[in-house]
């Protein structure tokens, strides 16, 4: 099966603690992306990368990590939780990055704060 | 900047009628367009994208979308609506360097 893996489906946790959530695309593809969608589903990218370049949305705050072990695993760390980090994040990848590429999309990880 | 503008945050709609959710943009040269759908605790599912060109766009499940660069817009329609379209809707923008700029979506409830 091709597609977009993530895990865990949920997590819950303390402010404070340190998280990290998993990404694989077993669609061949170069380019990964997290975005963060929050509890009135506005969508919001972090992170674009591929393995020449990461680009970050610069109003992402420096507690949020992307790692990347190859081209098909793109994990997200965070370092320190806080309460507005709650949200479901999504995972997703294309073929390239051009702007004609479809990006293909994970089910997601809900995070919850308390 | 470029943007998004999904005007209708919940479309109810009765089954077997037809559906039109609005999407305007504002992007400066070729937009590449896109709608997908989020079903419940899911991920999102390509419905339909543009490219430069033909103007109406077939997309899955019936659905199709219009271009039109003279309102800035890529409206969504489908003839006749089925339980199953019960979902969330998102007009996207690529924006250049890769990442796609979200609408804040439309709830879409089919009533019986």
């Known amino acids: 099966e091709t597609a977009v893996f993530q895990t865990p489906n949920y997590h819950v946790t303390q402010v404070g603690n340190e998280v990290s959530f998993n990404c694989k695309q077993t669609?061949?593809?170069?380019?990964m992306y997290w975005y963060k969608q929050d509890s009135k589903k506005l969508l919001k990218i972090m992170f674009s990368?591929?393995?020449?370049?990461?680009?970050v949305n610069e109003t992402v705050p420096r507690r949020f990590s992307p790692q990347s072990s190859d081209k098909a695993h793109l994990n997200l760390r965070i370092k320190s939780v806080e309460p507005e980090d709650s949200a479901v994040y999504l995972c997703?990848?294309?073929?390239?990055?051009?702007?004609?590429?479809?990006?293909?999309f994970g089910p997601g990880t809900r995070l919850l704060v308390l | 900047a470029q943007s998004v503008t999904q005007p209708d945050a919940r479309v109810t709609v009765s089954e077997g009628a037809s559906l039109q959710l609005r999407c305007k943009y504002s992007y400066f040269g070729t937009p590449y367009l896109f709608w997908y759908v989020q079903y419940p605790r899911q991920g999102l599912q390509l419905l339909l994208k543009y490219y430069p060109g033909d103007p109406v766009v077939q997309g899955v499940n019936g659905f199709e979308a219009e271009f039109s660069k003279s309102n800035s817009s890529f409206h969504l329609r489908k003839a006749s609506v089925h339980w199953s379209d019960w979902a969330v809707y998102f007009c996207a923008v690529h924006q250049g360097g890769r990442a796609l700029i979200f609408g804040t979506g439309t709830t879409v409830s089919v009533s019986p």
């Open positions: 990368y591929n393995n020449k370049q990461l680009i």
């Open positions: 997703a990848s294309s073929r390239t990055g051009g702007n004609q590429d479809t990006q293909y």
């Open positions: 669609l061949g593809h170069d380019t």
